[in-house]
C-alpha cells in the first residue's frame, strides 16, 4: 500500500488535516477493525468455539451496526 496523503494546512501553514483516497483508507479501516477484534478475541478467550460460518455471520453483523 503507498500512502499519498494530501495535507490540509491552516493559514500559518501548520499541517492540520490529511485528506487519503478512499481505498487507502478502507484499507486502513479494515486493518484497524481486525487487530480491534484479534485483541478482543485475544483477551477473552474461552472455551467456547464458533463454527467458521458462525464466526463469518457474527462478524458481519457487527459491521452492519457500525
Not at 8 to 33: F, G, P, S
Not at 34 to 56: G, I, P, Q, R, V
Amino acid at each position: 500500500m503507498q500512502l499519498q496523503p494530501n495535507y490540509i494546512v491552516d493559514n500559518n501553514n501548520r499541517k492540520i488535516a490529511v485528506q487519503l483516497d478512499i481505498k487507502t483508507y478502507e484499507k486502513i479501516t479494515e486493518t484497524l477493525e481486525n487487530y480491534a477484534l484479534f485483541k478482543y478475541m485475544e483477551e477473552n478467550k474461552s472455551d467456547e468455539k464458533l463454527s467458521l460460518s458462525d464466526a463469518k455471520e457474527y462478524y458481519n453483523s457487527l459491521r452492519q451496526k457500525s
